[in-house]
């Protein structure tokens, strides 16, 4: 449709606007409904206050959408009144004059960047308060190497599994005070039981329970209970025992756990390592590891079960390589060994354990 050019060359595009849509019988809510523009902008369009309007590709689009809903071509009336629009954009009051309320010109792609920032900024912040209030959770919720063992091998009121300083069970001393391997290995050697000791008065204990009297001279029984003490994992410490604790995880070919039912004598050798013998108290665990080969004999096989690198539990009288050759049962992995002397020269394991319920004469020492 043309426009008319009889109208006056002076009047402004908010006054050719507005008298085209009531020369039309058009309402101004009409033309917001239908171009989704508000009826605010629309106002200010039509009394030219530029002020209130955003920038100058924006009011172009605006004078489209208004043209094409009343009937006027939009690129005659954008050439006709371009001049106009310019020159009403440059009256709008600039950024640096900080009026509230104007809709100013913004440098290209600085809204989206502070956008981007404040959105990177929230996922900075919420990341670090996850970290705070769930790493400490996750970190107390992994089991200790004492409770892995406790809930594969113990029983409900079985006694728990005892750490580095603890009090052992019939005055025998803590892991921490226990003899050298040599001591443990020989308690007969090194060490002769008094047949009648004197008592003594009984020396501090750290613990508030009562200690019973230590004898003067240590006895056979309470240096195999340090050496049974000394049994447990090491978790990094020197191999005191020589059952191959001292190991690297990648050159464990097997992991041996024994738990003992009753009181027992074992006796083992691990890879080349010295020989060890002392008794395994009830409900006391001992973990063998090798390179090449575990040896390991028990004065009662029904007493002790084992399992052979996490798989299964049977007891030793059990196993399918328990081998008869000796006088003393052993038990040798791995099987295809089980033909070698795994303790030449040695006497069998008696029967009786020191300081257990069933006591033993002094005569039925073991010697090595």
């Known amino acids: 449709m043309n426009l008319d050019t009889t109208r006056p060359s002076g009047s402004s595009l908010g006054e050719f606007l507005r008298q085209e849509r009531e ?15 508000s009826v605010r902008i629309l106002y200010s369009l039509e009394s030219d206050h530029y002020a209130e309007l955003p920038a100058v590709p924006f009011i172009r689009g ?19 009144y371009d001049d106009f629009i310019r020159q009403k954009a440059k009256e709008r009051p600039s950024k640096e004059t900080g009026k509230a309320g104007y809709a100013f010109e913004r440098k290209e792609g600085e809204q989206n960047r502070t956008m981007l920032w404040v959105v990177m900024g929230g996922f900075v912040i919420i990341g670090g308060l996850m970290m705070v209030i769930f790493k400490p959770a996750l970190r107390h919720s992994r089991p200790s190497h004492v409770e892995r063992l406790r809930n594969a091998h113990g029983t409900k009121g079985a006694p728990a599994v005892p750490t580095v300083g603890d009090v052992l069970p019939s005055g025998a001393p803590s892991a921490s005070a226990s003899p050298s391997p040599s001591a443990s290995a020989s308690p007969s050697a090194s060490v002769k039981p008094s047949p009648s000791p004197t008592p003594s008065k009984p020396a501090p204990s750290p613990s508030p329970k009562p200690s019973p009297k230590p004898s003067p001279t240590p006895s056979p029984s309470a240096i195999a209970e340090a050496g049974a003490a000394a049994a447990l994992p090491t978790n990094g410490k020197p191999d005191t025992i020589n059952s191959g604790a001292d190991l690297r995880m990648q050159d464990v070919k097997y992991k041996i756990i024994f738990k003992a039912i009753e009181d027992v004598w074992v006796r083992y050798r691990v890879d ?8 395994l108290r009830k409900g006391r665990i001992l973990v063998l590891k090798c390179r090449n080969i575990i040896r390991f004999q028990v004065s009662d096989p029904e007493m002790v079960t084992f399992n052979v690198n996490g798989r299964g539990t049977n007891t030793v009288a059990s196993s399918e390589t328990l081998s008869q050759r000796q006088q003393t049962p052993t038990l040798i992995f791995p099987p295809e060994k089980g033909n070698e002397e795994p303790f030449p020269g040695q006497k069998p394991l008696p029967k009786i354990v020191p300081g257990s319920s069933r006591a033993a004469p002094a005569s039925e020492t073991p010697e090595q």
Do not use: H, W
Not at 272 to 279: A, E, G, L, R
């Open 23 to 37: 020369r039309r019988s058009v309402t101004i809510e009409q033309v917001a409904s239908a171009t989704k523009i």
């Open 62 to 80: 605006f004078v489209t959408s208004y043209c094409r809903f009343v009937g006027l071509d939009p690129n005659e009336t954008l050439t006709r």
């Open 272 to 279: 080349d390592k010295s020989q060890m013998m002392f008794p």
